[in-house]
């Protein structure tokens, strides 16, 4: 079952994933001919960003989240780049009828609980030589949060896989075996630093904690993530990035 993100609410927050995106962005090899494949591309900052450097090419942006969806089509509408927007389940086949120049992901890898068949949908539809950046969550993250909601809810917060943090090895083989040549794979410690209770709070339910929250009533949730702000002592989130770069071999 996808997550029903609050798509209105995450694109009005700061994200550290603008950070990430753009640095994806700049390391892309592009001319501006190119059609860019986006994996898991949200609300469509990154899918729209990318787009405004591609003045002849096209951004496929696949998701899957309705909420998400509904939101990217509205800021592609109003854009008038070039991003097809496309419903995909990461873990089917995917459906691009022509091979793409490129593939990028932010943030979105470490909810596929499957690497091995989600490498594997993306170099069916990559060209030859044709590469994959991406940043998602790695081994170690969040690992802060975690032991704060187990502290305060008693439950395991990897119940029910919601997420899929990789060591940067396992990832390596994954790619190798989808045909993707790894190039680099490494993990980069990233921690998120707020200014105040409320923002950390607001974070915590909206980004970081939204899976594992759907199992109380929905007016219990402040509490708990009030309980956690403060279990956590900082106002922090302890992110641990994979960083991958790869080629379609």
Same mark, same amino acid.
């Given at each position: ?5 609050? @798509? ?15 640095? #994806?962005? !700049? ?10 494949? $986006? ?20 951004? &496929? !942006? ?12 509205? +800021? ?7 991003? =097809? ?15 793409? $120049?490129?593939?990028?992901?932010? @943030?979105?890898?470490?909810? #596929?609980? $499957?690497?091995?068949?989600?490498? @594997? ?5 990559? +060209? +030859? ?18 032991? @704060? ?8 917060? =990897? ?12 990832? !390596?083989?994954? &790619? ?13 410690? =990233?921690? #998120? ?50 960083? #991958?770069?790869?080629? +379609?071999?």
């Amino acid at each position: 079952m996808v997550h029903s993100w609050q @798509a209105t609410k995450y694109d009005e927050m700061f994200l550290p994933h603008l950070a990430w995106g753009d640095e #994806i962005i !700049a390391q892309l090899p592009l001319t501006g001919a190119e059609t860019v494949l $986006d994996a898991g591309a949200g609300t469509g900052r990154d899918a729209l960003k990318l787009a405004s450097r591609l003045p002849t090419g096209r951004v &496929l !942006a696949l998701e899957s989240s309705e909420t998400m969806l509904a939101r990217l089509r509205e +800021k592609v509408a109003a854009s008038g780049l070039p991003v =097809d927007v496309v419903d995909a389940n990461l873990l089917e086949p995917l459906p691009v009828s022509t091979p793409v $120049d490129a593939a990028m992901s932010v @943030a979105t890898f470490h909810w #596929i609980h $499957d690497h091995k068949a989600l490498f @594997a949908n993306l170099a069916e539809v990559m +060209k +030859k030589g044709a590469p994959l950046l991406a940043d998602c969550g790695g081994n170690g993250n969040i690992d802060r949060v975690k032991s @704060a909601f187990h502290a305060v809810t008693g439950r395991d917060p =990897d119940s029910g896989r919601p997420w899929n943090f990789a060591e940067p090895q396992e990832t !390596a083989d994954h &790619l190798a075996s989808a045909g993707l040549e790894p190039l680099e794979v490494r993990l980069v410690r =990233d921690t #998120i630093f707020f200014y105040s209770r409320a923002e950390h709070e607001e974070f915590l339910a909206t980004i970081v904690l939204g899976p594992q929250l759907e199992g109380y009533p929905a007016e219990e949730r402040p509490e708990i993530v009030r309980r956690i702000s403060r279990a956590m002592g900082d106002w922090v989130v302890d992110y641990v990035r994979l960083k #991958i770069r790869a080629k +379609k071999a």
